[in-house]
């Protein structure tokens, strides 16, 4: 079955710094990868979104990158804030809108 | 919460007791899923349906049950049958051709 590792451990990053979080799977790549945030007893809520065939996408200070060689995803958060504080999921898509989600990584950006 | 409301957002079950948490969506999706969350532990997909009067089972799909009779609602029902129901459980939604999943805030339900 399909594995999704995320950083295990939680991120501590201090406030302006560039924050990296980790995606790894096993077996096939999906057709999409995601990620999401998720606050302290909230729902998640989608970010970005980046294809089998991208390699980096952005949005404001948020960077994702997929490279399907290593089976992995990096998530970028510059010039990080305090808000940024949350935990990130990220989540693997193949046709047929199969969701599996990862343990997901704890990021907390001291000020 | 992107027009997805669960309720209650906290619910004690005693034994033997079967609870049904509710998932309502006014944004005119098809698909709508339910997801259990543990500590440590990523969304682990509990049932999901594609469209009104159909559902499939996902991987922990023993101990509940849903129903889908009307396309805004997709109710959980966490059976006596479930040894251990106690977790946090998420609703989502997805609209047709979208590859993003809209949750709502979640229900936490606990054992008594």
């Known amino acids: 079955s399909q594995k999704i590792e995320q950083n295990s451990e939680a991120l501590n990053i201090q406030e302006g710094k560039t924050a990296t979080l980790t995606c790894n799977y096993t077996?096939?790549?999906?057709?999409?990868l995601q990620w999401y945030r998720q606050d302290p007893g909230r729902g998640p809520v989608f970010l970005l979104l980046?294809?089998?065939?991208?390699k980096e996408k952005r949005k404001e200070r948020l960077k994702v990158t997929f490279d399907t060689t290593l089976k992995q995803s990096l998530f970028h958060i510059t010039a990080s804030q305090p808000a940024d504080s949350a935990t990130y999921l990220c989540?693997?898509?193949?046709?047929?809108?199969?969701?599996?989600f990862g343990t997901g990584t704890s990021l907390t950006v001291i000020p | 919460d992107g027009g997805i409301t669960q309720s209650p957002k906290y619910l004690f079950r005693k034994e033997g007791q079967n609870v049904t948490l509710s998932c309502e969506q006014n944004?005119?999706?098809?698909?709508m899923y339910w997801y259990r969350q543990d500590p440590g532990q990523g969304l682990r997909l509990i049932y999901y349906?594609?469209?009104?009067?159909?559902?499939q089972k996902g991987d922990i799909a023993e101990g509940y049950s849903v129903s889908r009779e009307k396309k805004e609602s997709f109710p959980l029902t966490v059976t006596s049958a479930q040894k251990n129901p106690t977790a946090f459980y998420l609703c989502?939604?997805?609209?047709?051709?979208?590859?993003?999943?809209?949750f709502g805030a979640g229900t936490r339900l606990s054992v008594l």
């Open positions: 989502a939604s997805r609209g047709t051709g979208s590859n993003i999943q809209y």
């Open positions: 077996n096939y790549s999906p057709a999409y």
């Open positions: 980046i294809r089998e065939n991208e």
């Open positions: 989540a693997l898509v193949w046709v047929g809108n199969q969701f599996y």
């Open positions: 944004l005119n999706h098809d698909a």
């Open positions: 349906s594609q469209i009104v009067n159909d559902f």
